[in-house]
């Protein structure tokens, strides 16, 4: 079974997010689907199904490999890296 290898290198656990919603969607006018915070830095992006796809722009541009649900009564980690839920 794959593990993640970034997760417990990551510089903060919880960041505080940097925004309340996906801000390219914002400036773009469009709605994202669900949200994602990163836990290098906080951005917050809209996931795969959103038109944008900002939180995999996000993990493609800066290399941040860890991402979190930003959804209320979720809680999974994802991995851009190594492809598998931490």
């Known amino acids: 079974m794959k593990q993640c290898t970034h997760a417990d290198a ?8 940097l925004s309340g919603t996906c801000p390219e969607c914002l400036a773009e006018g469009t709605d994202p689907v669900q949200l994602r915070l990163c836990l290098t830095c906080g951005h ?7 038109p944008g796809r900002h939180a995999t722009a996000h993990h ?9 649900t930003f959804e209320p009564g979720e809680s999974w980690r994802w ?8």
Do not use: A, K, Y
């Open 44 to 50: 917050v992006g809209c996931c795969d199904s959103s």
């Open 79 to 86: 991995c851009f890296v190594d492809h598998v839920l931490v």
């Open 60 to 68: 493609r541009g800066t290399g941040h490999p860890v991402m979190r």
């Open 10 to 17: 990551l510089p903060h656990p919880d960041p505080e997010p």
